[in-house]
């Protein structure tokens, strides 16, 4: 089933080239399951049996089933739906004499080199004007769907040290020429001009160009995830960190929903599943993880459902999340980079992840609980730790424990070229991930934290 199951993950990943893209199609695949959609701004009204999501920003959502009204606390699983690339700025285009450019900035750690030379799209949300008088606006998802732009490389003639190494300066080498036609500047931000860049983001969406307000745009490498090697082992992507952990968590969140609901007693714990955005720019934004998003949820299901403050707190000391975001396998030309001991490989299973400094919420606690669960469902697993000259990186589940501080372990998958804009990973690994979630959803009372 891997090799399947892998296909539709990168089918999934191929049309969510935004965080938005996320949003609306994790929305698709609870809709279809019988989740019911809230809105913050309005009053709610939940019951025992229920199956529920909230967005926020069209970019984070967090779904949650209600066991019942005497739950004993949450199983929550987070990752998050942005990815590195470039931004487009206001007033996108540049004119020269020669071409039209796009002026956008770095959205995120972005791996600046595989950028180069591939083709681009643009993708993300219009705010456009709705109704002729102006009174309100409405948000418009849109995908160009058509290669429209390149950042070219130059030539080596020209640069005979590109191969010892360059300094890329983002503002000068980094801008995507998407014509060459003598088209209007971003001071008039190209209003009318049916050359340019928000005249094909209009069209689209179906919208006039005059009546786009805002906007949040992003730019996308085309090509799609592909699954290769000669064992067909590898999948190959954009975006792998962390849509990889989004879609095979929600199937396993989505697969123990079903399971509870043929069980004669429902089970004891409120499952949840959190999608936040912007935690490749540090998650401090309303709908990062550094938000009240969450922590204002698990407060609204407590008092929605007539619980008292003592049972909210309880039901915090009960509770367990894991923090799902993919760690680094070892790199076949640079071993010297892991850890001599610990070495994470693709395709032997989930990675879980440790840090001396705690940018990993992993401890010996969470760590038993987590390894409790795939020794119990034969379900391989891995351990990754930075090595000790290399301060690694950092994820969600520290900053989201800031605000929801119960016990809390790091896991991901093995990948290659993390913040690429062609990411690998292992086929295998994303049914072992699919099945934890399940597991850690369906887990029995018996190795419940308290």
Known sequence: MSKEYAKKVLELIDKSPTAFHVVENAKDILDSQGFTGLKESETWSLTAGGKYYVTRNDSAIIAFTIPKPDYMGFRIMASH????????????????????????????????????????????????????????????????????????????????????????????????????????????????????????????AGVKEADIIGNDLFMYISEKGTIWGMDDEFAGSSRLD?????????????????????????????????????????SRTK?????????????RIN?????????????????FMISADNAHAIHPAHTDKNDPVQVPKMNEGIVIKYSARQSYTTDGVSAAFVKSICEKSDIPYQTFVNHSDEPGGSTLG?????????????????????????????????????????????LDRGLALC
């Open 303 to 319: 008092d929605n459902l007539g619980r008292s403050r003592e049972a909210y707190y309880t039901a915090y000391a009960n509770s």
């Open 398 to 442: 520290n900053i989201s424990n800031s605000h929801v501080s119960i016990n809390t372990a790091d896991i991901g998958l093995a990948q290659l070229a993390m913040h690429s804009s062609y990411e690998v990973a292992g086929v295998e690994d994303m049914d072992s991930l699919r099945e934890f979630a399940k597991a850690f959803y369906l």
């Open 242 to 282: 962390d849509q990889e952990c989004v879609w095979c968590t929600l199937d396993g969140f989505i697969e123990a929903v079903k399971a509870e609901e043929e069980y004669i007693n429902r089970p004891d714990f409120v499952n949840m599943l959190c999608v936040f955005d912007n935690e490749e720019v540090g």
């Open 81 to 204: 739906s942005d990815s590195p690339c470039p931004k487009l700025k206001e007033n996108p285009e540049i004119k020269s004499k020669e071409y039209v450019r796009l002026n956008v900035e770095k959205y995120g750690g972005m791996l600046l080199a595989p950028w180069f030379d591939r083709p681009l799209s643009v993708a993300g949300r219009i705010i456009v004007n709705d109704g002729s008088d102006g009174s309100g606006i409405r948000t418009v998802l849109v995908n160009l769907e058509k290669d429209v732009a390149v950042i070219p490389s130059l030539a080596i003639h020209f640069n005979r040290e590109a191969n010892s190494g360059y300094s890329y300066s983002f503002q000068k080498d980094m801008l995507p020429i998407v014509s060459s036609s003598n088209v209007s500047n971003g001071s008039d931000k190209g209003k009318g001009d049916k050359n340019s860049i928000m005249s094909l983001v209009a069209e689209k």
């Open 287 to 299: 709908q990062g993880a550094d938000s009240n998003f969450l922590k204002n949820l698990i407060a």
